[in-house]
């Protein structure tokens, strides 16, 4: 089970913080380790905790969930050391790791003007400029009943979640719930620019993202198909795929991954992640890549490829007549969209994507992903690797 609350846009240092001190608070300063079946997390845009357990644990275990609802009240020394456990884990997720520090600085770029564009973690300075006071306001702000989003899967029905809720004390928030979405998304203009990370021993590699708007907005799960189906033609040899141009019939490429995703219904984005073949330097395979790239979309992807890889993406979806692979499917798919604070689709729904994925919207998603955007590209390695 987890519960999950939006916060502002452009608060994740002190998300993050304040997500640290409500989960310590719900279950005790000791019992940091305790329970491998508990966590919380912050993304850009939410906060969530999550217990596991048995059935029949279920009141108990909403009722340790529903700590996150109490205010703050540690001792201050409490909330000093987690500060201080923040920077540790900022220095073990970014320091010596150019890859992180690679997309942090694309994400402000690429996202720039938007709250996605912040970091999470925030610099050394803001991680230990954080203040308790502050946390404390922000969690009375945000963790509140009427903002919160409840998951609970498992085998259980509704009726014993209601409950258990009630027998837990879960607190009732107002009877009218305010509107939670996502924030809106604007890009920036379009624009181009490259970061450098020299680094003597590191393996030679690129890291090329781009965003782009779309010229009519897209349901959400339906754009998230048709991105997934995209890439999975873009990973292939077959004509139109990126393999065959990049590494197999030409040295270019030692490894790479693509991915294709919507950021909202209006805008996707596409990342090229590439190891490059020996002396191939990274600025000769960048402008291989756009190349083909932009091949690609001119030509448009061959009928013929497009039904055989549509073929094998039923995988995308669970086997709707098999009634516990549906059921795990749901579990992850309900917690993923809540988790990006958006409504699930139910089973009849999402059912009816699946005759959307067609060519010609491939192909214009292809179209767009090739031409103005926003595009940032990020050389890491030996400098003499460089160009």
């Known amino acids: 089970m987890e519960v999950v609350f939006p916060y502002p846009a452009g608060e994740g240092p002190l998300a993050h913080y304040t997500e640290h001190l409500a989960w310590l608070n719900a279950v005790g300063g000791s019992a940091r380790a ?7 997390w912050t993304n850009s845009q939410a906060v969530g905790y999550w ?3 048995r059935a029949d644990d279920l009141p108990e275990l909403l009722g340790a969930l529903a700590g996150v609802f109490d205010p703050l009240d540690l001792p201050p020394s409490f909330a000093e050391e987690e500060r201080n456990i923040i920077l540790r884990e900022y220095e073990y997720r970014m320091m010596n790791n150019p890859d992180a520090q690679a997309h942090e600085a694309m994400d402000a770029f690429l996202y720039q003007g938007n709250g996605i564009s912040a970091s ?4 050394p300075e803001q991680i230990m400029a954080l203040d308790y006071d502050a946390a404390r306001a922000f969690h009375a702000a945000t963790h509140r009943p009427e903002l ?7 085998d259980v029905s509704e009726r014993q979640v209601r409950r258990a809720m009630r027998v837990a004390g879960w607190p009732d928030g107002p009877s009218e719930r305010p509107p939670i979405a996502p924030p809106a998304f604007d890009l920036a203009e379009v624009a181009d620019t490259r970061f450098h ?14 965003v782009v708007s779309l010229p009519e907005p897209v349901q959400f799960d339906l754009l998230e198909a048709q991105t997934a189906l995209l890439r999975d033609i873009l990973d292939t040899s077959l004509p139109g795929g990126l393999v065959g141009p990049l590494r197999s019939d030409a040295n270019i490429a030692r490894s790479f991954d693509v991915q294709i995703g919507p950021i ?3 805008h996707i984005a596409i990342s090229f992640h590439a190891a490059p073949d020996r002396d191939v330097a990274l600025a000769t395979m960048q402008t291989a890549f756009e190349t083909t790239f932009l091949e690609i979309a001119m030509a448009g992807i061959p009928e013929e490829t497009f039904e055989r890889v549509l073929k094998r993406f039923d995988g995308y979806w669970p086997d709707w007549s098999d009634t516990r692979e549906t059921a795990d499917w749901m579990a992850s798919y309900v917690r993923d969209r809540v988790t990006a604070l958006r409504d699930p689709l139910s089973v009849r729904d999402l059912k009816r994507l699946q005759p959307k994925l067609t060519l010609q919207s491939t192909n214009a998603l292809l179209h767009q992903l090739a031409g103005p955007g926003r595009t940032a590209s990020a050389f890491i390695g030996p400098e003499e690797s460089f160009e």
């Open 120 to 123: 999470i973690f925030g610099t």
């Open 51 to 53: 217990l596991s357990g």
């Open 264 to 266: 909202d219904e209006g």
């Open 148 to 154: 919160a989003s409840v998951v609970v899967t498992g």
């Open 34 to 40: 305790a329970d491998r079946h508990s966590n919380a």
């Open 197 to 210: 990370y020299p680094h003597s021993t590191a393996v030679p590699r690129l890291i090329w993202r781009r």
